[in-house]
T-cell receptor, first 114, second 116 residues
């Protein structure tokens, strides 16, 4: 049963520290998405990639956030420096990339910035 | 403007009751896709259904059924004989084929509480 995996599942850090979240998309999927979920804002799209190229990162605060896909099996989301307002659950999702496809979500990384 | 509206923030029912979750969407695209996801207390988003704009047939999967009506831009989700395990937040989402390729617009979610 293919699944999207994310690490770490939980992260507690102090303000100012760098945070790196990792995602392994489903094998064969060529579209990857990063979302942030908070009670106030709901699900927000931060960035998405197709064939490892960033297609849209307009939802991401550029000064502190960065997203990359070093290879087809790994996507990363970094926050540097982290702030308390970044506390949220960060989801990665992947899709086959053949159009308006279903996105399959990972379990999320719960980030707490103190 | 909100592309996907889930007006019901929270619904509480007693086990075995039927419950309908509403979803209204807005798009100018003629080709689009609608989705429902379930987010149980564990937190993971679980895909439930995908429906394209050319297929208005209702769909039934066990206790779950979906009613797609283009005339009212709605894609409602009904759970028949609800169970405690159905307690979750349910999200409706829209993907437009032409304007924002593969981008999803999620509704704000409806929290369903099923009490024993």
């Amino acid at each position: 049963d293919a699944r999207v995996t994310q690490t770490p599942r939980h992260k507690v850090t102090e303000m100012g520290q760098e945070v790196t979240m990792r995602c392994q998309p489903i094998l064969g999927h060529n579209t990857v998405f990063w979302y942030r979920q908070t009670m106030m804002q709901g699900l927000e799209l931060l960035a998405y990639f197709r064939n490892r190229a960033p297609l849209d990162d307009s939802g991401m605060p550029k000064d502190r956030f960065s997203a990359e896909m070093p290879d087809a099996t790994l996507a990363t989301l970094k926050i540097q420096p982290s702030e308390p307002r970044d506390s949220a659950v960060y989801f990665c999702a992947s899709g086959p990339g053949t159009g308006t496809d279903t996105q399959y979500f990972g379990p999320g990384t719960r980030l707490t910035v103190l | 403007a909100q592309k996907v509206t889930q007006a019901q923030t929270e619904i509480s029912v007693v086990e075995k009751e039927d419950v309908t979750l509403d979803c209204v969407y807005e798009t100018r695209d003629t080709t689009y896709y609608l989705f429902w996801y379930k987010q149980p207390p564990s937190g993971e988003l679980v895909f439930l259904i995908r429906r394209n704009s050319f297929d208005e047939q209702n769909e039934i999967s066990g206790r779950y059924s979906w009613n797609f009506q283009k005339s009212t831009s709605s894609f409602n989700f009904t759970i028949t004989a609800s169970q405690v395990v159905d307690s979750a937040v349910y999200f409706c989402a829209l993907s437009e084929a032409q304007y924002n390729f593969n981008k999803f617009y999620f509704g704000s979610g409806t929290k369903l509480n099923v009490k024993p």
